[in-house]
């Protein structure tokens, strides 16, 4: 059964870092994109950033453009999310997931994406 786990969160002061890590079991990493969400209390899901498992092409929102890298290890089946210089507003729960068939998941919509994780709490604040 596919299934996707997320970790890595935790509490971090602003201007610090945390690498979250997206484990997939069920299926192989090698052949598919990997998406990273998050959802902030009161606001709807966004999607942050892609990967193809592939070739490795990443795909960014605007607002976590050299600040956040997606990287994947397929021998390890795993996707990361190294995060620096995090704000406040970055504070979520971050969830991976992956794109329904025939969809381009360069969109980062949550719609198009699917087998979320249980996801991880990040918490930027002094």
């Known amino acids: 059964q596919l299934q996707l786990v997320e970790s890595g969160g935790g509490l971090v002061q602003p201007g610090g870092s945390l690498r979250l890590s997206c484990a997939a079991s069920?299926?192989?990493?090698?052949?598919?994109?990997i998406g990273w969400f998050r959802q902030a209390p009161g606001k709807e899901r966004e999607g942050i950033s892609c990967?193809?498992?592939?070739?490795?092409?990443?795909c960014y929102r605007d607002s976590v453009k050299g600040r956040f890298t997606i990287s994947r290890d397929n021998g390890k089946n795993t996707v990361y999310l190294q995060m620096n210089s995090l704000k406040p507003e970055d504070t979520a729960v971050y969830y991976c997931?992956?794109?329904?068939?025939?969809?381009?998941?360069?969109?980062?919509?949550?719609?198009?994406?699917?087998?979320w994780g249980q996801g991880t709490q990040v918490t930027v604040s002094s």
């Open positions: 997931a992956v794109p329904r068939p025939f969809i381009n998941p360069l969109r980062l919509l949550p719609d198009d994406y699917t087998y």
């Open positions: 990967i193809s498992t592939r070739t490795g092409s990443p």
């Open positions: 069920g299926f192989t990493l090698d052949n598919d994109y």
